[in-house]
């Protein structure tokens, strides 16, 4: 365990005491810092973050503006019941409302392509069911909406793409994709705006209490913050590893450049666990944890046979079955999902708080779980 041992009395006095200090530079930890200088001006806070960018997922995902396809809403329905689906999904929504007034459409490359949820023959079971509660989730969601629609029956769309073996479309008029890299850009530029402090390649070792602050050791030294806001998903296992998470391991591959490439919208495809868009004129397709849960319940990034060779395969047979294309790299981003699908937001002792488990919703539950956070933090001071 290394430390900046050379720090000089100014470094120290100005550098490392804050009121206070958040764990992890994703849109969690960003929206939470934008919050609390927000609503506390006076407040100085600061954000430790372990890596050179972002670690966990936040500027790796597949930037889906969604809220979920119907075969997702009706197991977390299951989960939470029909009012508590609907919170959640409320929550969501106001999340992608508020990141969007936060930075503009144009700075995150909002695009209201639609979303789309694909049904191959031998999903007909599958299909049936979501088919039957389509108008169930629209009057559910009447009031998000404003009285209108969501889910609609698009079949017809099917030979527009070009997909092969694919027999039904349902489709989400509502669902929208982003830049994600444009997107962190943007909260960061915000951010340190409003004079909130990022140091990046700031690996937190320990947090202690002391007298009326919490000491937080690090490879950079010893910050002082009279509170903490751990945001960093599943990473917060390595601090307090009780907590109702685990780690699930997102992997993603895109293609060069495409010709003529007719996908444009954001897919959803067995039951959300493989999606994909079009991006640059590019297909980006991710997903296949469920082929293996346990090895995929992992916070080590990388990639895995298995799940790059079932995504080259849904490309290859389904997705662009009469397409010439190359793939051009992958990586993989760490999410964290629990038996409760709900984010975690709660004191874990005195002074220290976290906010974490978005459950693969990060980009629409980001923002407003961030903003909440901040809101319960605040009212202990």
Not at 58 to 75: D, P, Q, V, W
Not at 171 to 179: K, L, P, S, W, Y
Not at 230 to 243: G, M, R
């Amino acid at each position: 365990m290394m430390t900046n041992s050379n720090l000089s009395y100014w470094e120290k006095e100005s550098f490392f005491n804050y009121d206070v200090l958040i764990i992890g530079s994703g849109i969690l930890g960003l929206s939470a810092a934008i919050t609390l200088k927000n609503k506390a001006p006076n407040l100085s806070v600061a954000i430790l973050e372990r890596g050179f960018l972002p670690s966990g997922a936040s500027t790796k995902n597949a930037g889906f503006a969604c809220f979920g396809s119907i075969s997702e809403l009706i197991e977390q329905e299951k989960n939470v019941g029909t009012e508590g689906l609907h919170s959640l999904i409320e929550k969501r929504w106001n999340g992608l409302l508020k990141l969007r007034n936060w930075l503009s459409d144009r700075a995150i490359s909002y695009s209201n392509l639609g979303g789309y949820e694909l049904f191959s023959p031998q999903d007909s079971t599958l299909r049936d069911q979501c088919v039957a509660k389509i108008d169930h989730f629209n009057l559910l969601l009447h009031d998000i909406f404003k009285n209108q629609n969501s889910f609609k029956i698009a079949d017809e769309k099917i030979s527009s793409f070009s997909f092969n073996n694919i027999q039904t479309l349902i489709e989400n008029r509502f669902e929208a994709q982003i830049d994600t890299g444009k997107m962190m850009k943007a909260l960061i530029n915000k951010a340190t705006a409003m004079g909130i402090y990022i140091y990046n390649n700031c690996d937190v070792h320990h947090i202690l209490p002391e007298h009326k602050f919490q000491k937080v050791s690090s490879n950079q030294g010893q910050f002082k913050a009279k509170r903490i806001l751990l945001t960093t998903n599943a990473f917060i296992k390595d601090y307090f590893p009780d907590l109702d998470l685990v780690p699930g391991r997102g992997q993603v591959l895109i293609t060069q450049p495409i010709k003529n490439l007719k996908i444009n919208g954001t897919f959803h495809y067995d039951r959300g666990y493989y999606y994909f868009r079009n991006i640059d004129n590019r297909l980006l397709i991710g997903g296949g944890r469920h082929l293996d849960f346990e090895m995929e319940q992992t916070s080590n990034f990388g990639t895995t046979p298995i799940v790059m060779e079932s995504l080259k395969k849904l490309l290859h047979e389904v997705i662009l079955p009469n397409s010439s294309y190359v793939i051009d790299y992958s990586w993989s981003g760490i999410m964290a999902f629990g038996k409760q699908i709900t984010p975690i937001i709660k004191m874990l002792k005195p002074n220290v708080f976290c906010a974490v488990r978005c459950n693969g919703m990060g980009v629409a539950m980001g923002t407003q779980t961030g903003t909440e956070a901040a809101e319960f933090l605040l009212k202990s001071i």
